[in-house]
């Protein structure tokens, strides 16, 4: 435990002094009221990733201790719950029925804003430490990430639908419960390890951490990650959005010119 | 090797794109076909979002065709005057196919219409082709030397007026036929997100009668505009191109159309089109699969929301 603790304290050795820098300058870091003289102290091992062509996924490590001005209380134990949420992104949930001996899209459900990655990590088994009115205010469990349904929905009962969107995502990796993944020593120094997946959009990433006790909330913290193509990804993604006869015609000569080479290749090939 | 993919923002095998791209290009050369009807299924299947499949498919359907062009005009068999006036017709359809796609879509059930499509048109014409070149198979080894085809000198499209002589076919018929099969095939294509040689290979063959030769470098010809016109729109309207995606398929593309204009010179024409046909018939049949068996998940994601 103590050793566990050290290696805790060691990785948050460095940051914690730029941490209050970075909170009072650019005000993007802001920690919750707290309610019961226990607070957040945080940071993560990056505030930023970049997308180049080689991008194959990254690691942050979100940190961090609790501060108090009184004795550990000797109630229910402290939990700790982080949370990664990618940029929100309309989704269409479609359902196939059998009609006519064929499979065919019947009902559809439009969910305005589903972030396309939406990861969950506790210090203990989420349905232990949190309680389900302090969930549906903060939006913390997987199936609440999505809200807003777009337009009158057409169908009865739109809970499969969302069912599905959770299950769907959930195989690819893109939402994720990560029960006592978030590690907890003496109370005090939490520190959970997020992998983001290769398959990352680009956008501002919400980091969120909770403290609790006895189900209910008792401080939050939120930071930004900054997810962004860089080099040739940033350079072709803003010219096919800002110049977009300009890239098609790049497009286009590319493939006319690779057509040629080729051509030219094998004939200089095939004429020896 | 792993690469991020700047439109698509997925992350997939270079060397699998590279490979993928190969293959359609062998077919390319060796048929005339553009390879649209196999390359988006499989970008699908590799899990590239439909849209940017079907933009960059037709950028890569440009490099493999102008490439297996070259390699025909070279040994001269490419009909230009045919292929003009095919292109004409075909940029009109395909203006048309796009009204109508859209007006679909805004009913709904567009996949399911573009996917019967397919399953039929495929279906129909990989049948009609598979027993047509089997019974000039079975003729010709009868009779030894090879006869050509029976062409339709005689039918219903050399009566009508507007005659022109097509040199490179050896043909002098009527334009309207042409126009219209160019325009037909333009309606399908942007229908089923296609160039459409496909169906623009047995129709030259078997409605305008032209030798099977000349019918693959003019079709490649067709299809190196057309295709070059929906990538642009497809570019300009939706921003759907993917060109990292592009200049991966194109790579393996553009070799691959080269070794099977090689491949299709040392074939028979019936063989040819046997080849053809079994492939026509076994994508009809994995599309059909598809309709007909339960799908693993009954329900599916679509980014955005649709209509």
């Known amino acids: 435990m103590i050793g566990r603790a050290l290696i805790l304290l060691f990785a948050l050795a460095s940051p914690l002094g730029a941490q209050e820098n970075l909170a009072q300058e650019s005000g993007a870091q802001e920690t919750g009221a707290a309610r019961s003289g226990e607070q957040i102290v945080a940071d993560m091992s990056r505030d930023d990733v970049d997308i180049t062509t080689s991008f194959d996924g990254s690691d942050i490590i979100i940190y961090g201790a609790i501060k108090r001005e009184m004795p550990i209380p000797e109630t229910d134990p402290l939990d700790v719950i982080v949370t990664v949420e990618g940029p929100p992104r309309p989704v269409t949930v479609r359902h196939k029925e059998r009609r006519f001996g064929i499979w065919v899209n019947t009902g559809k459900v439009g969910v305005a804003a589903a972030p396309n990655f939406y990861v969950v990590a506790t210090s203990r088994p989420l349905g232990r430490i949190l309680d389900s009115a302090e969930d549906s205010r903060y939006r913390i469990s997987v199936p609440l990430a999505m809200r807003a349904f777009s337009g009158a929905s057409e169908v009865e009962d739109v809970v499969p639908y969302t069912a599905a969107l959770v299950r769907l995502r959930e195989a690819q990796d893109l939402y994720r419960l990560d029960d006592g993944a978030v590690r907890l020593a003496e109370q005090t120094l939490f520190r959970a390890d997020i992998r983001l997946p290769a398959n990352l959009m680009e956008g501002l990433y919400a980091t969120r951490i909770f403290l609790l006790r006895d189900g209910k909330v008792l401080d939050t913290f939120r930071a930004p990650i900054e997810v962004r193509k860089v080099g040739l990804e940033r350079w072709l993604y803003r010219l096919a959005l800002d110049q977009p006869f300009l890239y098609g015609l790049m497009s286009l000569a590319l493939a006319v010119f690779a057509g040629w080479a080729a051509s030219a290749a094998f004939r200089r090939f095939q004429s020896r | ?307």
């Open chain 2, 1 to 307: 090797m792993q690469i991020y993919l700047p439109i698509a923002e997925v992350v997939v095998n270079a060397f699998t794109l590279v490979g993928l791209g190969g293959v359609v290009g062998l077919m390319s050369g060796l048929f005339g076909v553009g390879g649209g009807f196999l390359i988006t299924p499989l970008l699908f299947f590799i899990g590239i979002p439909p849209p940017i499949a079907v933009a960059t498919g037709a950028n890569q359907v440009v490099a493999s065709s102008f490439s297996g062009v070259l390699a025909h005009v070279k040994r001269k068999s490419v009909d230009f005057r045919m292929g003009w006036v095919l292109l004409a017709g075909g940029l009109v359809g395909s203006s048309a196919g796009v009204l109508a796609f859209n007006m679909l879509s805004r009913l709904g059930q567009v996949d399911l219409v573009v996917q019967l499509c397919y399953v039929v048109f495929l279906g129909l014409i990989g049948a009609m082709m598979l027993q047509e070149s089997l019974g000039a198979l079975r003729r010709a080894k009868k009779s030894g030397p090879i006869k050509p085809m029976r062409r339709n000198q005689h039918g219903w499209v050399h009566r009508w007026p507007m005659k022109v002589k097509f040199r490179a076919s050896g043909l002098y018929i009527s334009a309207i036929p042409v126009l219209m099969v160019g325009a037909a095939v333009g309606v399908l294509g942007a229908i089923m997100g296609v160039g459409g040689g496909f169906i623009m290979v047995p129709a030259m063959i078997y409605l305008l009668g032209m030798p099977t030769k000349v019918v693959i470098g003019t079709s490649l010809f067709q299809i190196t505009f057309l295709s070059a016109y929906t990538t642009l729109m497809h570019a300009v309207s939706s921003n759907t191109v993917d060109v990292m995606l592009a200049v991966l398929l194109i790579l393996g593309g553009v070799i691959g159309a080269q070794i099977g204009t090689t491949l299709g010179a040392k074939l028979r024409a019936e063989q040819l089109r046997i080849l053809l046909a079994l492939l026509v018939l076994a994508v009809c049949g994995r599309l059909a699969l598809d309709l007909f068996l339960r799908p693993e998940d009954l329900y599916s994601l679509t980014p955005g929301i649709i209509g």
